[in-house]
């Protein structure tokens, strides 16, 4: 699907370096009126290119969100779109009703057609482009400025998930195969570091064989989802905080975004990387010397968000393992990013080399502080669960 002009992954670009003739040609393939139209970069998002631009001649003039797909990370952009169209056409159709439609736009990630009736549009370069509308008034803040937006989060993850229950068959496509099959990234990491193409394994050893050493917890819910005691739901699998727009004034979630990896899994990852991306007093890409300290009133939030988003609704499975969510796909990260600054940081953008590896040791750093804290996390996820405890469903401190 990729084009001899489509950059690779994570290449830059920027607001300035899309020219005004490409900007027409978008418009253009999404009938939107190109003359004044203006263009900035929006958001922090690892994978596509995302631009904001607004339409003076629309009536009433309006923004749109202009998105270039990362085909060296989607190699199926047409399915990445199918999902989406089926995805955010059942959550319009089920959701909110007596809502009105320019409401509902601000509630779920609106595609705008292109002129020829599909949901994307190919430009001469071979680059695939998709249109949303702006959700108006909404906000994405990469750290939760205090507990009541993590709860909100949470709830809005969860209520996604249960939102999309009863999607009419087939299945969603699979548009990341094996996307959280630690074991398997685990495994990558190891081949890379045999492969050694840049000459950077060797500084990376401590850190490698410290990750490297954590298959128990690796395997831990791949297995359960194999063995069948893990249920599998339609999670969305990207559950960093900035996925979802909040409003600009209160800790209430507008709107879900970020849909590309909607599909089978399991809530005990979506639950973990929710808390991965609010638990820390840092950032990402924010170095610090020693472990983070650990925000529990977030993950405290989190847990109850989940858990009472219905009641009843999570399994003895589910919550036997939420505790271990977060560790796990902080290990899993950190074997990302590492994997990805020993093969050259073709995944993951840097600004400078090395980032990929400190954003590794960040997530090394959080995973240490997560699994010194693990009994903690149990007894809040146990003190959350208690009501559908004494309801009838069990859960245990120790995995099943
Ligand atoms: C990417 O697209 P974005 O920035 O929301 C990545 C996630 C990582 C995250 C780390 C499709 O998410 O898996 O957890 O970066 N998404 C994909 O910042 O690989
Ligand atoms: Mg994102």
């Not at 994570?10 to 203006?38: C, D, K, M």
């Not at 630690?182 to 045999?194: D, G």
């Not at 063995?227 to 900035?242: A, E, M, Q, S, Y």
């Amino acid at each position: 699907m990729t084009s001899p002009t489509t950059p690779v992954a994570g290449s830059p670009i920027t607001a300035h370096s899309i020219s005004a003739h490409s900007i027409s040609e978008i418009a253009a393939g999404f009938g939107l009126p190109a003359t004044g139209a203006r263009w900035e970069a929006l958001g922090s998002g690892r994978i596509h290119h995302t631009f904001l631009a607004h339409y003076p001649e629309l009536a009433p003039p309006a923004r749109r969100v202009h998105q270039r797909l990362n085909l060296g990370v989607f190699h199926h952009p047409g399915e990445v779109m199918e999902n989406l169209e089926r995805v955010s056409g059942h959550l319009q159709a089920t959701t909110r009703p007596g809502m009105s439609a320019g409401e509902r736009r601000r509630r779920v990630l609106t595609l705008v057609p292109a002129v020829d009736g599909r949901p994307w549009f190919v430009d001469s370069r071979g680059d695939w482009w998709r249109t949303f509308h702006y959700v108006e008034g909404g906000t994405a803040h990469d750290r939760p400025p205090g507990t009541p937006w993590v709860k909100a989060a949470a709830r809005a993850f969860a209520g996604f998930s249960l939102a999309l229950d009863d999607l009419p068959p087939p299945p969603l496509k699979t548009t990341l195969p094996g996307f959280h099959d630690t074991p398997r990234r685990l495994v990558a990491l190891e081949q890379a570091l045999l492969e050694d193409p840049l000459g950077r394994a060797a500084e990376t050893a401590e850190l490698a064989t410290d990750l490297l050493a954590r298959r128990e917890l690796a395997g831990l819910i791949p297995r359960a989802l194999a063995d069948g005691r893990l249920p599998r739901r339609i999670c969305h699998n990207d559950t960093k905080l900035n996925n979802v727009l909040f409003d600009d004034d209160r800790p209430e979630v507008l709107c879900v975004v970020d849909l590309d990896t909607v599909m089978p899994g399991t809530i005990v990852h979506d639950f973990g990387d929710l808390v991965r991306s609010t638990i820390a007093g840092a950032g990402e890409d924010d170095m610090v010397a020693a472990s983070p300290s650990l925000e529990m009133a977030h993950f405290a939030a989190a847990a109850a968000g989940y858990i009472h988003a219905r009641p009843g609704w999570l399994g003895a499975t589910e919550l036997a393992l939420m505790a271990h969510g977060p560790a796990a796909i902080t290990l899993e990260l950190a074997a990302r990013f590492l994997t990805d600054h020993v093969t050259g940081d073709s995944y993951f953008p840097v600004r400078q080399a090395g980032d990929n590896l400190r954003r590794a040791h960040r997530q090394q750093r959080l995973l240490q502080a997560l699994e010194a804290r693990h009994g903690e996390l149990v007894a809040v996820v146990e003190r959350e669960a208690r009501g559908m405890r004494d309801s009838g469903s069990a859960i245990g401190t120790t995995p099943p």
